[in-house]
Every structure is written in structure tokens, then in C-alpha cells.
């Protein structure tokens, strides 16, 4: 059985990215009309807009194969590998090098 692990990466176009660009943008156009007040309710609604087009802009993809899957698949539909978390890896990681030191020490005992 094959295991891969989820990447989290971003889109740098589209809605996400929009949404990002507006929460910049957004306390300087507030304080073309509003002065300082409106600068500092501006920062609180730009603020608000970078949260969700940081949310929006995340995807996720397969470290084996590199093709965009769900956050929640256990699967990859290309590769058919079978996705496991970094604990995961890590837990399988440490059950591998058991069993190989009990190989090793068996084999020299």
C-alpha cells in the first residue's frame, strides 16, 4: 500500500487572492474619506478580508502525485495512494525503525 501526505498550498489568482489584495487596500481607501478614523475601521474590515481570501485562496494536493484533492479524501483518486496526516507518517516512521533494530539485534544476539 502506498502512503502519501496532504500539502496545504494557496492560489496567488482568483477570489482568495482577491479578497487578500482588498484587505490591503481597504484602510487607505477608508482614510481618503474618513481621516484617521476612518483608517483604523478600515484596518478592522481590511483585517477581515485578508482572513477570509487566506481561507478562501488554500487548496490542498497529493505529495505523490501533485494533483489537488479534498482536505477530507483518505485516498487520492489519481495515485490511489492512501493519505495519512505528518502523526501518522511519523508513527509509521518510528514502527519501521522498531522493527528493524529488533532485526539488527536479533541478527548480531
Known sequence: MKYTI???KAYFTGYGSTMQFSGMVTPFVFAMYGG???FFVGLIIGGCFLFIGSKQAIYYVCSGCG???DKKQDYC??????IITWLQQFKHLLVLLSQQSRKLL???G
Open 77 to 82: 483518486p489519481h495515485c490511489q495512494s492512501h
Open 106 to 108: 536479533n541478527h548480531h
Open 67 to 69: 494533483n489537488e484533492i
Open 6 to 8: 496532504r500539502k496545504q
Open 36 to 38: 484617521a478614523i476612518g
